[in-house]
C-alpha cells in the first residue's frame, strides 16, 4: 500500500480468500484493505494516537439518513455527552479532494452536526470547523486534541 502523509503506524493484516485484510480496532473485525480502507486505518491511529481520542468516543462506518437516502459516514468522534465532535470523510489517494468532497460532508454534517470536519486522502488533510449560527466553516490548520 502507499504511503500516507501520517505517522507510520503498526498494524495487523491476514490472508482472507486471497485479498489482504486490516483489522479495524474498532470495528474489532478483519476488514477487506482497498485504498480507502488504508487511509481510514490510518485517520483511525491518528485520531488515537496524536489526537488522544478514547477509542470509545469513535465510530466507523455506520450508515445515516441524508436527505431520505442510505449514506455511511467514514469516522465520527462523539463528546462526552453524546454531542458529535468531529466529522471525518475519507477518500482514496488517488481521488483529488475538491469542493465536491466539501459538498459531501458538508451534507452529511447538516443531519450530524458535528462541531468539526476532516476530509483526507492520505496525502492532503483538510480541517474545519463549523460555524452553524452563519453556515460557513472555517479552515484551520490542525485539529484540536480531546478534551475531558
Known sequence: MQKLNFPVYS????????????????????????PEEWV???????LIE?????????????????????KRYDVVIFQPNGALSLLVECKAPEIKI???TFDQIARYNMTLKAD???VTNGLNHYFCKMDFENEKYTFLEELPEFEK
Not at 498494524?11 to 477487506?32: G, L, P, Q, T, W
Not at 481510514?40 to 491518528?46: A, D, L, S, Y
Not at 468516543?57 to 441524508?66: D, G, Q, R, S, T
Open 11 to 34: 498494524f495487523r493484516f491476514k490472508n482472507s480468500e486471497n485479498k489482504v485484510a486490516i483489522f479495524d480496532e474498532i470495528r474489532k473485525k478483519f476488514i477487506i484493505l482497498t
Open 50 to 70: 496524536e489526537k488522544k481520542y478514547p477509542k470509545s468516543y469513535i465510530n466507523v462506518e455506520k450508515l445515516i439518513k441524508v436527505n431520505g437516502l442510505n
Open 40 to 46: 481510514r486505518q490510518h485517520v483511525v491511529k491518528f
Open 116 to 118: 468539526y470536519l476532516m
Open 98 to 100: 475538491t469542493q465536491t
